[in-house]
């Protein structure tokens, strides 16, 4: 019998679509909360913000617009997929949820693409309709001239110094005076086969695909943590009243934790959120201790910042509650970034998922805390095992892949079966991610699948080496990731043969830097080799290269 971890309780995930379930539900403090809470924000400037009142009014007039002008869900849901491009921005959330809205699917892409970047995302999906922001037009204009996209087809949103929802040739306005409501849906079998979000997840043999989200993915990820907060909230005492939750929107919306942690989270508590146009680190920390924020997400690499810069003194002293995840973090830093946060109570919490699981998979329950380094308990309604190559569970102590099965699960990738063929065995997803099971906690120590996390950022081997191989003095290459400071993040580090003498590190780089984004580029360097290690079939055995790496980082670490 299979061993599986599971938390003994069950959270009843009410059978809602995400829009019923947020605004309309007696499970979301935004049903009751006052019409003047703010939701959303401009963190450079407060008073342009956007209240509960005015919210889900613009929800439904972006979503009647779009439907009338674009035919977005006119044929029905889960078909028009639209791609929003965008850095942060107070209305953005409103464009977020006015797609699923009018019946469409929003396909998030990151702010940091190239042109090229940006128009595959749009082919694969099938787009035809793209939204972005006023700062990143030049990028949005190059791949809709890509995709043969006409400017009446490329939406610019705008929130400061005026609001504003058109075309880019201003022929449309999206901004209609008459509202759109959404399809309510209470059969489980629709919620499941539902498509309303895509976020891409990089894979190590080709390019990024498109993970699907359904209505009961996203409902059931935000319920069952919400229920765990409410019966800690209830614990407290009759006359307890839990805080109000603001946070500052620092991290990409094509994420998962951005896209949960500032679209969907804050509207079920009613709280708000301040909108960084894009992080920058004293703006942050000023704006941490400005808004006096109470609750964040991030990933290891910052708090490595806030636990080790001397410009930290209070920002965070408001802080109540802290998660992180996207990469490990050891208990040293753990301990380190705690110690800057709250009055000395306020403890990070870990939390390992993926955006094939929506997200969390575990989490630290409020009341509870570790300093191990751990990855956090199994929340309820979710299953995990650890296995090996064989699919048989391995003891405690001992490193295996974690697979995950639960109603947060994707139903696989956006027009790609054989991706989500090889992403599933007997039901479970393969995570790719390698744990032990130590005392009862989970601690992840490796990746079975070889991506390079980036600050949070996935980075794709294949996709730097597909590119590197067609630079025409460069024969081979092979490119594995290596650890920054304190081991939070990664940086990718290209092996490169070549039979030309004058090939330079700089010249490869700069290859690189001229077609990939700002993220992609090859911090950990160049190394030019005689070959690349390969298996009897020809596989290249990265495993090699980044043992390698790891010992000349501590060959030069004693010298």
């Not at 002008?69 to 107070?90: C, F, H, L, W």
């Not at 977020?96 to 469409?104: H, L, Q, T």
């Not at 629709?190 to 894979?203: F, Q, R």
């Not at 910042?305 to 509650?321: E, G, M, W």
Request: proline share 6%.
């Amino acid at each position: 019998m299979a061993r599986i971890y599971r938390d003994p309780k069950t959270v009843p995930v009410p059978q809602l679509d995400l829009l019923t379930f947020i605004f309309d539900s007696e499970h979301s403090a935004f049903r009751s909360a006052p019409d003047d809470i703010v939701l959303h924000a401009e963190a450079a400037n407060p008073e342009n913000k956007v209240t509960r009142g005015r919210f889900l009014a613009y929800i439904e007039q972006f979503a009647h617009g779009l439907r009338h002008q674009y035919g977005i869900g006119a044929k029905g849901p889960n078909e028009d997929v639209v791609v929003v491009m965008s850095t942060g921005q107070p209305l953005i959330p409103a464009v977020f949820f006015g797609i699923i809205c009018a019946g469409g699917v929003v396909s998030s892409a990151s702010h940091s693409f190239t042109p090229a970047e940006l128009a595959r995302q749009i082919k694969q999906g099938g787009s035809n309709l793209l939204v972005t922001s006023p700062d990143l037009r030049h990028v949005a204009f190059e791949a809709a001239k890509q995709c043969d996209l006409p400017m009446s087809r490329v939406l610019v949103i705008q929130s400061s110094p005026v609001w504003s929802f058109k075309s880019a040739d201003g022929l449309v306005d999206i901004w209609s005076d008459q509202r759109l409501t959404w399809k309510r849906i209470m059969d489980r079998e629709e919620l499941k086969k539902s498509l309303i979000v895509l976020l891409y997840s990089s894979g190590t043999t080709g390019p990024p695909k498109g993970v699907m989200l359904s209505h009961l993915n996203l409902v059931t990820e935000i319920a069952v943590p919400a229920a765990q907060s409410k019966e800690w909230a209830a614990s407290q005492g009759p006359d307890f009243a839990p805080p109000p939750m603001r946070t500052v929107a620092h991290l990409p919306i094509a994420h998962i934790a951005g896209l949960a942690g500032y679209m969907l989270v804050p509207p079920m508590a009613a709280g708000t959120v301040y909108w960084m146009r894009k992080y920058e680190w004293k703006s942050f920390i000023k704006h941490m201790k400005e808004f006096q924020v109470t609750a964040f997400y991030t990933v290891p690499s910052i708090f490595l910042r806030i636990a080790k810069s001397p410009d930290v003194t209070d920002h965070f002293k408001s802080v109540l509650a802290a998660t992180t995840g996207a990469a490990p973090m050891d208990a040293e830093l753990q301990n380190a970034a705690n110690a800057k946060l709250g009055a000395g109570a306020t403890f990070i919490g870990q939390t390992w998922g993926l955006s094939e699981t929506t997200g969390a998979v575990t989490a630290m329950p409020k009341g509870q805390t570790d300093t191990t380094g751990s990855i956090s308990p199994v929340l309820p309604n979710m299953q995990v095992r650890l296995v090996d190559d064989n699919d048989n569970d391995v003891e405690e102590g001992q490193p295996g892949e974690l697979i995950v099965k639960g109603d947060i699960v994707t139903n696989g990738y956006y027009r790609n079966p054989e991706a989500t063929r090889d992403a599933f065995r007997n039901g479970w997803f393969c995570s790719g991610d390698i744990a032990v099971l130590r005392n009862g906690m989970f601690y992840i120590v490796d990746r079975k699948k070889e991506l390079i996390k980036y600050k949070g950022l996935q980075i794709a081997p294949a996709e730097l080496e597909s590119l590197l191989i067609t630079h025409p003095k460069v024969q081979e290459a092979c490119v594995v990731g290596i650890p920054e400071e304190g081991g939070t993040s990664e940086v990718p580090r290209a092996y490169v043969v070549t039979n030309a003498s004058d090939l330079s590190e700089d010249e490869v780089k700069k290859y690189v830097a001229d077609n990939l984004s700002p993220y992609k580029q090859l911090r950990g360097g160049v190394k030019f080799v005689d070959a690349i290690p390969k298996n009897a079939i020809g596989k290249m055995l990265r495993r090699e290269l980044r043992d390698q790496a790891r010992k000349e980082a501590q060959r030069t670490a004693r010298l």
